[in-house]
């Protein structure tokens, strides 16, 4: 099974990509993991396959396509790992997912001299996706790489960065939840917010911001029926900063002692 | 085979869905049938799932998630009937299509303790239809529910509702044509209105609102190589009537008399 | 395999279509070639077409619809080329690709006098594509169709169209690259412009202008980190005159006596 995730958005792209894949794998089985990704954001790609690559079946191969640097000397990779194979341009987008899976091989992508220089999603990686789909092995592709590009997100004690923003609004961090806390400050650029912490999307008032645990079970800004990035408008990678504000509801928490500086706005 | 009908509009949450899918069952056939439902819009959701059930070959498991509702005590519902398989929140969604089907037997999908609050859609209803296609019965979900939640569609004479609005700007009634008829007055809150019917879009005038009978055969406000949306601004749900203005044309017409009263703007 | 094209864009009208074929040839394998043309751009559609074809593996169907004149009387058509079938209506669509892969017959689908006015996607055209999936022949659908409405996209020399606006915003010319051209002059209605030409999108300067060879292999006009549509603001169709600027690089390549004359906005 192929699972694809591109930046491709609505765009012939993806079909093109997909007939050249049953071109040389006939039954390729391809699903679409998501092909919305903001244009050319490697950022938020990474966390979209990092937060949703385990919900597929063993075995499965990613073919992602968010590509900057198409054309260019960045290398092509087929990754390996103990359970999936990613396939990408070098440029962190497979790196924390493929890294938590456990890499087992990197291969550099041959690709060939006539190769377009403004589609290798098509040209090059669709083709390898289809060749690993239809039983070759992955070193068939090229050559082992020495070095494979990474990309941490942003983490210092209860400081994250804003990892995605979705379709409804939400804007995800990878920051987890405090067991128990009710109340967090939040300080997102020049925002500072103390906002409630509601365990169901139901429990909120219309158009009040909130924390909730998302699909990935970190922290996420919310508004009920309605968008909290219209409210914020924060940016993929930002930093932000949400610490509990119980005192003694747990021992050491960070929040209790800034009690009354954060204000609601 | 399994068709999807969700809210999850540009996001990676139903890639997430069918890789949970596929890791239960392996070669479950998933087609899209809708998924761009404005957020949270269970109505229109209904309206799609009911005017688009009988394309499906019999058999089919509809997996339908516009879940306002999530997380709080709202059952999971698994809904057998004549010919189909319905799996989604009991707020109404399912309720017209199935009912028109003719349901046989209503299962609450039992809810594991330590499942998501915010994403039932992965948790718990694309598991339930990956084990009801990977060949378990229905009765293995959960327990028989004694109640559904119902949802009508507004409909008293020639009053009925704007039930969707679609892609091009089309304004879909629940409101069946007359035959023959080839004027009605129509009233969509302030707006009073005198619209001609055609039977194709090529029949209109260049922006001009005319009537048609869209492809759930019933009547829907239309504007050539333009948006009725955009000149008219309808809410999902808001009441509209449409009356023939042929006096004499259909024995009866409750339009006939109101001829001169409604004014085209 | 059926692969689609069409202007239905978020619409539940896609699912429809597969719900219909699967209806009718019960293991359709179907892949989205493009279904977000823009609303009724027989020419866009028609340009996805021609590029992207020969990516799909020989013996494919495409069913395209962008269908203005549904409910008239234009034909519904089933063309059979060397290598693929194609199901469209009549009026130009799949004219360049049939004609560039070899027509070798084309057959008028019988419309049934019951068939909607409004959604031939479903009820004639799906059918016709489940038809054929199924193991029919195209002479099963309809009698021989003595004429096929021709589309030709402009051409005269250094002189083309605007064929595309893809979802990054870059704006696809019909014209191709001169070899070793660095830096051409393109006049695209009022506005002239020198345009350099990069071989990949990061050798440009953010913000800045340049022509790229596209994944069609026809000159594109892109913004590094931006939107070439929302600088220019062209037309599909639009005629569009790119010429090289080196004098003595090719050998009579008509722009260089013109040097000086276009001027960078």
């Not at 995730?5 to 390729?28: H, W």
Request: overall charge positive; proline content about 5%; glycine content about 10%.
């Amino acid at each position: 099974m192929i699972a694809t995730l591109t930046d491709f958005g609505n765009s012939e792209y993806l079909g093109a990509m997909k007939g050249v894949i049953r071109s040389i794998s006939f039954d390729a089985d391809i699903i679409d993991l998501y092909n919305d990704v903001a244009p050319q954001s490697v950022r938020q790609a990474a966390w979209v396959l990092l937060s949703n690559y385990a919900c597929f079946p063993k075995g499965a191969l990613f073919l992602c396509i968010v590509d900057p640097g198409v054309g260019t000397d960045r290398k092509a990779l087929a990754v390996q790992t103990k359970s999936y194979t990613f396939i990408a341009p070098d440029n962190g987008l497979i790196y924390p997912a493929a890294q938590k899976d456990g890499i087992t091989s990197v291969i550099s992508i041959t690709i060939p001299k006539d190769a377009s220089r403004t589609f290798h999603g098509r040209d090059i990686f669709a083709k390898a996706a289809a060749k690993l789909d239809s039983g070759h092995g992955i070193a068939s592709l090229g050559k082992p790489a020495k070095t494979i590009q990474p990309l941490h997100f942003h983490k210092k004690g209860r400081e994250g960065e804003v990892v995605r923003i979705d379709h409804f609004g939400n804007i995800i961090t990878n920051l987890s939840c405090l067991p128990g806390e009710k109340r967090y400050a939040a300080t997102l650029g020049k925002e500072k917010m103390n906002l409630p912490f509601y365990a169901t999307y139901a429990e909120a008032k219309s158009d009040e911001l909130f924390l909730i645990e998302g699909s990935a079970r970190t922290l996420e800004i919310s508004v009920k029926s309605g968008s909290a990035k219209q409210k914020l408008h924060p940016k993929i990678g930002e930093h932000i900063r949400i610490i509990g504000m119980q005192r003694g509801n747990i021992p050491g928490a960070e929040g209790g002692v800034l009690r009354g500086v954060f204000l609601k706005k």
